[in-house]
């Protein structure tokens, strides 16, 4: 099992930037695609971003796409979301997730491994 750390979040005017940083630990994350997720109260954890564990593809979903950009660093066994241009429907707590293979996976059951959650709060 791996062990998963966010931090990064914090509060933030619309249309400015955070970058969130995912450190793992106990086993290496290298060939497992990590995902990146968010949840307000009351409502489902979505999917928001992922990177493959194979070659490197990259995934968004549509509300994100041209803000949001997930990379990782497997020498330091990080995933990272770098966030700009933000906007208040992005305020959240955002959680890193492993899964369980390779390959970009949206659904939140294909991911084994979940760090506790950073909070993001964009402001109008």
């Known amino acids: 099992q791996v062990q998963l750390v966010e931090s990064g979040g914090g509060r933030v005017q619309a249309g400015g930037s955070l970058r969130l940083s995912c450190v793992a630990s106990g086993r290496t994350i290298s060939g497992r695609a990590m995902g990146w997720f968010r949840q307000v109260p009351g409502k489902e954890r979505r999917f928001v971003a992922a990177v493959s564990g194979r070659d490197g593809t990259t995934h968004y979903v549509d509300s994100v796409k041209g803000r949001f950009t997930v990379s990782r660093d497997n020498a330091k066994n990080t995933v990272y979301l770098q966030m700009n241009s933000l906007k208040p429907e992005d305020t959240a707590t955002y959680y890193c997730?492993?899964?369980?293979?390779?390959?970009?996976?949206?659904?939140?059951?294909?991911?084994?491994?979940w760090g506790q959650g950073t909070r993001v709060t964009v402001s109008s």
């Open positions: 997730a492993a899964d369980t293979n390779a390959v970009i996976s949206i659904s939140s059951i294909r991911y084994k491994d």
